[in-house]
């Protein structure tokens, strides 16, 4: 069975960068779509970004479009979000999601508990 566990939030100050991993095990990650979700304090979880299974291709939300970067690391089993120019509004419990054979971030099967990720100065 397919397990996500996030790592690297913390609290940074506005411009800072983070750089979050989705670490899995249980099975092989290239043959899924990964999805990078957050949800603010008060607010509904959104979409970050996405890496598709197959031909790789990537999606940002345009809030965060030119500063973040989603990547694979098969041989670690891993995907990243390296998150740079960081913004108040991206504070956030960010989770990373997967679905086997996906080639879009929609109806994730298995989720990730989260990592919180505070921009603050």
């Known amino acids: 069975q397919l397990q996500l566990v996030e790592s690297g939030g913390g609290l940074v100050q506005p411009g800072g960068s983070l750089r979050l991993s989705c670490a899995a095990s249980?099975?092989?990650?290239?043959?899924?779509?990964i999805g990078w979700f957050r949800q603010a304090p008060g607010k509904e979880r959104e979409g970050v970004s996405c890496?598709?299974?197959?031909?790789?291709?990537?999606y940002y939300a345009d809030s965060v479009k030119g500063r973040f970067t989603i990547s694979r690391d098969n041989a670690k089993n891993t995907v990243y979000l390296q998150m740079n120019s960081l913004k108040p509004e991206d504070t956030g419990v960010y989770h990373c999601?997967?679905?086997?054979?996906?080639?879009?971030?929609?109806?994730?099967?298995?989720w990730g508990n989260g990592t919180l990720v505070t921009v603050s100065s």
């Open positions: 890496i598709s299974y197959g031909v790789v291709s990537t």
């Open positions: 249980g099975r092989t990650l290239d043959y899924y779509a």
């Open positions: 999601a997967a679905k086997r054979g996906g080639r879009l971030c929609v109806d994730m099967e298995q």
